[in-house]
């Protein structure tokens, strides 16, 4: 690690009294601080009306501002935005296996309950969802109109999370639903409350090896999980995942286009501009093109997914 792509030691000291900051594998040449959180993710959808009536209704955004093809969502609550969505007309629907690409966007509510108040709102409006138990989260799973993948999810405490040899312990069991139900009391589903967050992105991509030399090595996120078969998940600051990447879609799969319902961008949020620049600086040191954009950083990754690394969490 040079002086020039290092902001701070403590940034990337292990802290040995929490044994999950101390797992992982760090990357050698700049490391994201452990502040990192991820910002809104912009999508290219078919039909305006149609996705924001599903993103309303089903999901519980609230339009935080509206353009003739564009809409910015955000919580039910205050004004952070969650999703970007923009408007071609006619834009092809997600194949079945998918892009080279999104695999979903994740949203993090704050607790347990109100992820079971939602379980129940999905339920009662004859919603058909997956569910899994990944040991450090419990997650439902749904597809927008345009087949676009979402995962609305609630972390367990951290003190429940384990590590072994490093490596968080993460799998996908069945998912007690009933019990989830229950932990949302009486009360009713209102929208996605205060305090949800946008959790994590998983991309499909074509390959592990080359996915990690560039959201590890060159990026700056710790490897955290990567026994999963065809998948490996990273993270700043000893969180599960920010990032996932999986070859599931097969290795014949096509990349979105720009005729197609798409992932445009998602954005990675820091603490501050010389950690941005930071993060640009190791990308370009690692070979890859980097371009400023309205004071944030722009960069795609080897199957065109392109990452926003910006220190405005309202960035546009």
């Excluded at 092809?92 to 695999?103: I, K, M, N, Q």
């Excluded at 997956?130 to 989260?137: K, N, Q, R, T």
């Excluded at 941005?276 to 309205?294: K, P």
Aim: proline share 5%; net charge negative.
């Amino acid at each position: 690690m040079t002086e020039a792509t290092r902001i701070d030691p403590k940034d990337d000291a292990r802290h040995d009294a929490d044994p999950i900051m101390a797992s992982g594998i760090a990357p050698q040449r700049w490391r994201l601080p452990a502040q990192t959180r991820l910002g809104y993710v912009s999508l290219q959808v078919a039909d305006l009306s149609r996705s924001l009536a599903y993103y309303e209704n089903v999901l519980g955004l609230r339009v935080l501002d509206r353009a003739p093809t564009s809409a910015l969502l955000g919580t039910s609550q205050g004004d952070t935005p969650l999703v970007a969505l923009t408007e071609l007309k006619g834009a092809r629907s997600v194949p079945t296996r998918g892009h080279l690409g999104l695999y979903h966007f994740a949203i993090l509510l704050p607790d347990r309950a109100a992820l079971g108040r939602f379980v129940v709102h999905l339920a009662e409006s004859g919603i058909r969802v997956g569910a899994s138990d990944h040991l450090v989260s419990e997650a439902l799973y749904l597809r927008d109109p345009d087949g676009l993948g979402i995962e609305v999810y609630a972390d367990r405490p951290r003190a429940q999370w384990r590590v072994v040899d490093l490596q968080l312990q993460m799998a996908s069991e069945p998912l007690d639903l009933d019990a989830l139900a229950l932990a949302g009391g009486n009360d009713r589903w209102s929208g996605m409350p205060a305090g949800t967050t946008m959790g994590h992105v998983h991309l499909h991509v074509g390959e592990i090896a080359e996915a990690a030399a560039f959201y590890h090595d060159a990026l700056g996120f710790d490897k955290m999980m990567w026994a999963y078969p065809g998948a490996l998940f990273l993270a700043a600051g000893g969180y599960h995942h920010h990032v996932g990447v999986n070859t599931w879609a097969g290795p014949d799969a096509p990349r979105a286009t720009a005729l197609d319902a798409r992932l445009l961008e998602w954005r990675i949020v820091l603490p501050s501009r010389e950690h941005a620049d930071a993060a640009a600086a190791s990308l370009r040191g690692a070979g890859h093109d980097v371009r400023a954009d309205g004071g944030d950083w722009m960069a795609s990754d080897p199957w065109g997914t392109q990452v926003r690394v910006t220190r405005h969490s309202l960035s546009c």
